[in-house]
């Protein structure tokens, strides 16, 4: 008996796990690949079917088959001139091509380096207020940041300088440094740029910094030019599509874009936490973009541009004050972050992937979204809705190095891989939050890891002030060649490198 009832009460072995036995990677692959080449697979048999019959048929077969549809030679030639009319209409109609040549970072000298000790040492002289010495140290420790970012030389004095003449030394050297290098690349001269697009949103002098940069290339009298400000880091994005929409209008034209912000005037003060966070994350950087849509350039364009999709939440009041310029209880200047701010940023990124995830998604991504909301909104309503995985429409990502709760939080949103976001999270540590321009040095990281082939598909994402999520989305046209020049030529190959939680300072 206990022998029974020991047999009795013992535990039933467990089931296989049904992943394991079945192996679910492999029949969703196999769904992705149904469903996403439905019309080839059904074509196949349909082309097999008539050929075979074409086969069978004998001459007098065919000569039938042409004498009874009864076409003479005016049927034939009126057919031919709307088939060549429909096709010139659609050739003519199309999108102009944008294209990619190339683009240059700028590289910070060693000489405006800050590492933590130096940043604390000058908080410590600058601050008198300890509560705010000790957030800006815990900030610094959570940053994600590294012990070689930069920062311009007015900041590195006790107190820091914020005046005009500082703010243009800095304006001159990272915009004229990278604009420099992109044209002894491309090898084109000033004088054939039709188009300027330059974005700074914090410093906006007068004369422009696009007027600077005409005076200093002696830019052509005709050229666009136009200045973006105060539109946060998303901006380098609404450069990128402007200046599309300008290359769409005028043919057979090259844009020089400049993506910046100057660090010199915005240096906070005060003691309110909400605006010390700037203090803690952005550094000096700037990226100079060339943009084509002649056909001729196409061969020796590095990327062409798909997609751009702008998502604008400045409807919402906590979203349109979620990133504010404004004085403190002291009269200090400086942007406030809200405590809402990654939550605000959640939905305009839901809002952004709504409008680029059919552009981009195969179609096994799409029909899987569309039976689960399908499902939640008539079986049951507790479903967890379905996350489209991006990672069959892109083999890199460019997420907005604006801090590690952002890369965080869109790694976790979108299910990514960590080394999906390597390149964001090395930027972020290399150079810190370069605003803008964040995006151009990630895409220098993957090229000078030697990653980016032909036919490879990048997404960059921005999100800045107002509030904005941008993305634009790039096919590479060639393989890219490990660049041997660049911000990362001397560091990528200790990258990446670990970054822990907390860095004890």
């Given at each position: 008996?206990?022998?029974?009832?020991?047999?009795?009460?013992?535990?039933?072995?467990?089931?296989?796990?049904?992943?394991?036995?079945?192996?679910?990677?492999?029949?969703?692959?196999?769904?992705?690949?149904?469903?996403n080449?439905?019309?080839?697979?059904?074509?196949i048999?349909?082309?097999?079917?008539?050929?075979?019959?074409?086969?069978?048929?004998?001459?007098?077969?065919?000569?039938?088959?042409?004498?009874?549809?009864?076409?003479?030679l005016?049927?034939?030639?009126?057919?031919?001139?709307?088939?060549?009319?429909?096709?010139?209409?659609?050739?003519?109609?199309?999108?102009?091509?944008?294209?990619?040549?190339?683009?240059?970072?700028?590289?910070?000298?060693m000489?405006?380096?800050?590492?933590f000790?130096?940043?604390?040492?000058?908080?410590?002289?600058?601050?008198s207020?300890?509560k705010?010495?000790?957030?800006?140290?815990?900030?610094?420790?959570?940053?994600?940041?590294?012990?070689?970012t930069?920062?311009?030389?007015?900041?590195?004095?006790i107190?820091?300088?914020?005046?005009?003449?500082?703010?243009?030394a800095?304006?001159?050297?990272?915009?004229?440094?990278?604009?420099?290098?992109?044209l002894?690349?491309?090898?084109?001269?000033?004088?054939?740029?039709?188009i300027l697009?330059?974005?700074c949103s914090?410093f906006?002098?007068?004369?422009?910094?696009?007027?600077?940069?005409?005076n200093?290339?002696?830019?052509?009298?005709?050229?666009?030019?136009?200045?973006?400000?105060?539109?946060?880091?998303?901006a380098?994005?609404?450069?990128?599509?402007?200046?599309?929409?300008?290359?769409?209008?005028?043919?057979?034209?090259?844009?020089?874009?400049v993506?910046?912000e100057?660090?010199?005037?915005?240096?906070?003060?005060?003691?309110q936490?909400?605006?010390?966070l700037?203090?803690?994350?952005?550094?000096?950087?700037?990226?100079?973009i060339?943009?084509?849509?002649?056909?001729?350039?196409?061969?020796?364009?590095?990327?062409?541009?798909?997609?751009?999709?702008?998502?604008?939440?400045?409807?919402?009041?906590?979203?349109?004050?979620?990133?504010?310029?404004?004085?403190?209880?002291?009269?200090?200047?400086?942007?406030?972050?809200?405590?809402?701010?990654?939550?605000?940023?959640?939905?305009?990124?839901?809002?952004?992937?709504?409008?680029?995830?059919?552009?981009?998604?195969?179609?096994s991504?799409?029909?899987?979204?569309?039976?689960?909301?399908?499902?939640?909104?008539?079986?049951?309503?507790?479903?967890?809705?379905?996350?489209?995985?991006?990672?069959?429409?892109?083999?890199?990502?460019c997420?907005?190095?604006?801090?590690?709760?952002?890369?965080?939080e869109?790694?976790?949103?979108?299910?990514l891989?960590?080394?999906h976001?390597?390149?964001?999270?090395?930027?972020?540590?290399?150079?810190g939050?370069t605003?803008?321009?964040?995006?151009?040095?990630?895409?220098n990281?993957?090229?000078?890891?030697?990653?980016?082939?032909?036919?490879d598909r990048?997404?960059?994402?921005?999100?800045?002030?107002?509030f904005?999520?941008?993305?634009?989305?790039?096919?590479?046209?060639?393989?890219?060649?490990?660049?041997?020049?660049?911000?990362?030529?001397?560091?990528?190959?200790?990258?990446?490198?670990?970054?822990?939680?907390?860095?004890?300072?």
């Amino acid at each position: 008996m206990p022998s029974s009832s020991s047999s009795s009460s013992s535990p039933s072995p467990p089931l296989p796990e049904f992943k394991n036995s079945v192996k679910l990677k492999y029949v969703k692959l196999g769904y992705q690949y149904l469903v996403n080449h439905i019309l080839t697979l059904l074509l196949i048999p349909i082309i097999a079917a008539v050929g075979l019959e074409v086969a069978r048929m004998g001459p007098s077969e065919f000569l039938s088959l042409w004498r009874s549809l009864h076409l003479d030679l005016l049927e034939i030639l009126c057919s031919a001139f709307i088939i060549v009319f429909v096709a010139t209409v659609y050739f003519m109609s199309r999108p102009r091509p944008i294209y990619l040549l190339d683009y240059a970072c700028f590289k910070p000298p060693m000489s405006c380096r800050v590492p933590f000790s130096t940043f604390m040492e000058h908080t410590r002289l600058i601050c008198s207020d300890e509560k705010s010495y000790q957030f800006q140290a815990r900030i610094l420790e959570r940053s994600g940041l590294g012990e070689e970012t930069c920062l311009p030389p007015a900041n590195h004095y006790i107190p820091p300088s914020p005046n005009m003449e500082a703010s243009r030394a800095e304006a001159k050297l990272v915009i004229f440094s990278a604009v420099d290098d992109l044209l002894a690349r491309t090898g084109i001269k000033p004088k054939d740029i039709d188009i300027l697009v330059v974005n700074c949103s914090l410093f906006s002098p007068t004369p422009s910094l696009s007027a600077m940069i005409v005076n200093r290339y002696k830019l052509r009298g005709n050229i666009h030019s136009f200045n973006l400000s105060g539109m946060g880091c998303s901006a380098g994005l609404i450069s990128i599509d402007l200046a599309r929409d300008l290359l769409q209008v005028h043919a057979n034209s090259t844009a020089l874009v400049v993506s910046t912000e100057i660090i010199t005037p915005n240096f906070y003060a005060g003691n309110q936490r909400s605006m010390l966070l700037p203090n803690c994350l952005f550094r000096m950087g700037a990226a100079a973009i060339l943009l084509s849509n002649r056909r001729r350039d196409r061969r020796r364009a590095k990327y062409r541009l798909v997609h751009l999709v702008r998502t604008h939440k400045g409807a919402d009041e906590k979203a349109y004050r979620c990133v504010y310029e404004e004085e403190d209880k002291d009269g200090h200047s400086g942007i406030s972050l809200s405590k809402d701010l990654m939550a605000i940023a959640g939905e305009a990124l839901k809002s952004n992937i709504t409008t680029i995830g059919p552009l981009v998604l195969p179609a096994s991504e799409q029909l899987l979204f569309l039976f689960t909301l399908i499902g939640r909104k008539i079986i049951n309503p507790k479903w967890k809705p379905y996350i489209p995985d991006f990672k069959q429409a892109f083999e890199h990502f460019c997420i907005h190095a604006g801090g590690r709760a952002v890369i965080d939080e869109l790694q976790k949103n979108l299910q990514l891989s960590a080394e999906h976001v390597e390149a964001s999270r090395m930027t972020l540590h290399r150079f810190g939050n370069t605003s803008s321009s964040s995006l151009w040095y990630e895409l220098n990281y993957i090229e000078s890891k030697g990653r980016m082939k032909r036919g490879d598909r990048v997404w960059q994402i921005g999100f800045g002030s107002g509030f904005k999520c941008n993305s634009a989305v790039w096919k590479c046209m060639r393989t890219v060649k490990i660049p041997l020049d660049g911000p990362w030529d001397d560091s990528i190959d200790r990258y990446p490198v670990f970054i822990p939680e907390v860095v004890k300072l």
